[in-house]
């Protein structure tokens, strides 16, 4: 029995000392950041600013893979399943923290399967319409959607998406039901928003600001607190009367459980020069985000975020009356 105990112990450091190996030339070929989104919706807009501002300080490419479908929740498997090297993260928002609720039976825990390496941004949104609806404010859509909310449609990225959740709390507020019109992603149903097959949606600003400063489509109002330096002229919802509003999609990053502390020391570190570099925080600036302080952008930090924000989120959606598919 002891010398099995004795043999158990060696195989043991064997494997810990191989992960080491690995982890100390980390990283050696190019990594793959995950977005369970489709390509061109928010999340895949801010992967491939951080993508390059975190590859620079790696000296390695990282490439963007679009896992879509399921609100994430198939992308973020894919993660959770993945080989824990290092090579392969996942760039997730707040669905990530609404999925339990909103979903019988995951195929991950996010908890307990997820290396946490640190929150990236926090990105407002904003209530927009198709240019060919006629109300041109909230006080006039309000109005507008009494008479009319049999006929709207209401479109967002899938079930625990943030434009989903953000619907949802919309239309709570406003005491009013629209046509749920769900896609595969954020990309594809601002489309079909520009070209007037939905009336309405809740999208990120990453999403948005370029299509609201071009007049190609229409803004109602943003989500966040105050008003947005990118968007001065854009009043919140708040203060149009829908006191205490707000909804803001926060992103975090992770790799697979049993990822190296080497390795995840070393994303952690390139996520930190990224948050903090002075063209990454003016491209998120122009885009509405506001990239994660360095007190933010640590393991701890966001592994106690997102238990906060699966315990909160978990109340708001049974509150809401919504059963998990």
């Known amino acids: 029995m002891a010398a099995l105990g004795r043999m158990g112990v060696i195989a043991l450091l064997a494997v810990v000392f191989a992960g080491d190996a690995l982890a100390q030339g980390f990283p050696n070929r190019h990594l793959t950041m995950v977005v369970p989104f489709a390509a061109g919706g928010p999340t895949d807009v801010l992967a491939r600013h951080l993508g390059q501002a975190m590859g620079a300080t790696l000296n390695q490419q990282i490439a963007i893979e679009n896992v879509n479908g399921a609100g994430g929740t198939i992308g973020t498997a894919r993660v959770a399943k993945a080989q824990p090297d290092g090579y392969t993260v996942l760039l997730m928002h707040i669905g990530i923290a609404t999925a339990p609720a909103l979903y019988r039976k995951l195929p991950y825990d996010a908890i307990n399967d997820l290396e946490p390496i640190g929150r990236v941004a926090d990105v407002p949104m904003t209530m927009v319409a198709t240019k060919k609806l006629p109300p041109n404010g909230l006080k006039e859509f309000l109005t507008y959607a009494t008479a009319n909310k049999d006929k709207l449609n209401y479109a967002n990225a ?154 909160s989120w978990g109340s708001v959606i049974k509150q809401a009356g919504i059963s998990p598919e």
């Open 158 to 311: 899938g079930v625990g998406s943030s434009s989903h959740l953000c619907g949802l709390l919309f239309m709570k507020k406003i005491g009013m039901d629209f046509n749920a019109v769900p896609y595969k992603g954020n990309g594809p149903a601002m489309t079909d928003l520009m070209g007037g097959q939905v009336d309405l949606m809740c999208d990120q600003t990453t999403n948005t600001t370029e299509q609201i400063k071009s007049g190609t489509i229409k803004v109602y109002g943003v989500t966040s607190k105050s008003r947005l330096p990118s968007l001065p002229d854009v009043p919140t919802l708040d203060e149009q009367g829908l006191s205490g509003f707000e909804v803001v999609a926060w992103y975090g990053l992770w790799a697979p459980k049993g990822t190296p502390k080497a390795a995840l020391d070393s994303l952690n570190r390139a996520l930190q020069t990224a948050v903090g570099d002075a063209t990454f925080r003016s491209r998120m600036a122009d885009l509405g985000a506001l990239p994660s302080g360095a007190a933010q952008a640590t393991p701890d930090a966001l592994r106690a975020y997102l238990k906060s924000e699966t315990d």
